[in-house]
């Protein structure tokens, strides 16, 4: 008959003879092929003491409850601490992770309908937050051409959250032909793609989005169905390639509260609620060259295409924008923008539109075909150079008690006044006059004020002041 004598530390006993207690190592001996029954365990744990400076400190385990031999009663103390004793299961169970969920090395999972690691973009991302990932090593999700829905009985939200995510990227074939479909929107406000507190989503490309059940119609949405195809919020961050397309998300993109999203040249957002891009909270979004198609929630009078709101910020140069309801390119409420050599048209409102103290920065900016060129309004500001602004329905300068400031304004063409300022706004339009011909009610119209005939000044109308040359 064998018997084998190990450390108790090694919990995988299969039975026991004797036990005893040497210095700090408990020993114990068993024999092949014999299973320990819950009773014989429970008077093994019952028999472990805590040793310390060869005074013993009594039984570690009073009574512990089994369930299945899995013990239930916490620990009182973990190895590694002076006196500390052999750990129990359930200290082992709660601080050791099992070895299949263990990345060693940088690895390559596969999404398919049948035979992948995953059929479903919800389950790598559970997945993920489980594993532990070690050194250098990095995770590819390689999704395979087709159309995957994501739905169930748990939210549909890919919730990243912890320092795995910098190491994972998540690439389809193309945008064409890989589509998440993100079902069951309607009354919760899920997103897509959600990273908070400080995860940061390395990379993601050549995948489209689609959000099924919130938008249901041209403009309408269902209640509670605000969420974002990509939201970035609480010092997290996420990049996504050119190759990525969203559709019918209330937002395409938030970088809300620290957030920050980071969109190569061509990421394109359709169809979107109150804005296909809104940074706001302090949150940022870097997408130069992206693409913004359609946003309006007419019911609430809401729909900008990019949009830099309360401390958010927004660069976005190079980008296009079309068919905002309210608003193309836009700052509002202490947002900052920075608009250079982008392109916008169709919109319901002002192309470039700064209101309620918003602040934009623009150079090369094309506004054409929109209800106004280029608005400043509520206390908005507005700076930049070689702007044109044609074919807008309305005036292509409306300045409404904000601030604009630079030269070589073209605006030319437009329904309205080339310039038009009032309610005590202050522009100065240099090497700008010249070019801008053709408006309907001429080269520009300034409120000229009047006096105030009542001890409030809340009746006064203030007077405007304009430089055009």
């Not at 750990?87 to 999972?109: E, R």
């Not at 980071?262 to 957002?269: E, H, I, K, P, S």
């Not at 005036?395 to 904000?402: E, K, P, S, T, Y």
């Amino acid at each position: 008959m064998h018997y084998r004598t190990i450390a108790i530390g090694v919990l995988c006993l299969i039975a026991t003879t004797t036990i005893a207690a040497r210095a700090q190592n408990l020993i114990v001996t068993f024999q092949d092929g014999q299973k320990l029954p819950a009773k014989q365990l429970n008077s093994v744990q019952n028999g472990v003491v805590s040793v310390e400076n060869g005074t013993s400190r009594g039984q570690l385990l009073t009574n512990p409850t089994l369930s299945g031999a899995r013990i239930t009663t916490a620990p009182s103390d973990k190895p590694g601490a002076t006196g500390a004793a052999v750990p129990s299961t359930a200290w082992v169970d709660a601080y050791y992770t099992p070895l299949s969920y263990v990345v060693a090395s940088s690895v390559t999972k596969t999404m398919c309908a049948t035979s992948c690691d995953f059929t479903s973009i919800l389950d790598f991302g559970r997945w993920v937050g489980k594993v532990v990932i070690i050194g250098d090593a990095t995770i590819t999700l390689a999704i395979s051409t087709g159309t995957y829905p994501a739905s169930g009985s748990y939210p549909n939200v890919v919730d990243m959250s912890g320092p795995n995510w910098s190491r994972v990227r998540i690439l389809g074939n193309s945008a064409a032909n890989t589509v998440l479909n993100f079902n069951n929107l309607a009354n919760n406000n899920y997103s897509a793609f959600y990273a908070h507190d400080g995860a940061a989503l390395a990379f993601i490309n050549h995948i489209t989005i689609n959000g099924i059940g919130a938008r249901t119609g041209t403009h309408t949405w269902a209640d509670l169905s605000a969420g974002s195809a990509f939201l970035a919020q609480g010092n997290s961050s996420i990049h996504a390639g050119a190759d990525v397309i969203v559709n019918d998300y209330y937002y395409d993109v938030t970088a809300d509260v620290g957030g920050e999203f980071l969109g190569d040249a061509g990421f394109t957002g359709n169809r979107a609620g109150d804005a296909n891009f809104l940074a706001r909270h302090g949150g940022k979004i870097h997408c130069e060259g992206c693409i913004a198609n359609d946003a309006g929630d007419a019911p609430n009078g809401l729909g900008f295409n990019f949009l830099a709101e309360s401390d958010g910020a927004v660069w976005a140069d190079g980008s296009t924008a079309t068919a905002g309801l309210v608003g193309g390119f836009s700052a509002s409420a202490g947002g900052s923008a920075w608009y250079h050599s982008v392109t916008v048209s169709g919109s319901g409102g002002p192309g470039l539109f700064a209101f309620l103290g918003g602040i934009m920065f623009i150079d090369k900016a094309t506004s054409t075909a929109n209800a106004i060129g280029m608005e400043a309004a509520t206390g908005g500001r507005i700076s930049g150079g070689t702007v044109m602004l044609s074919g807008n329905a309305g005036d292509g300068v409306l300045l409404d008690h904000g601030w604009f400031e630079g030269s070589a304004v073209t605006s030319k063409n437009n329904g309205g006044y080339g310039f038009r300022v009032i309610d005590g706004s202050f522009g100065r339009f240099f090497s700008s006059a010249s070019a801008s011909t053709g408006n309907t009610s001429g080269l520009s119209y300034v409120d000229p004020g009047s006096a105030c005939t009542s001890t409030s000044a809340m009746n006064c109308d203030v007077g405007s002041s304009i430089v055009i040359n």
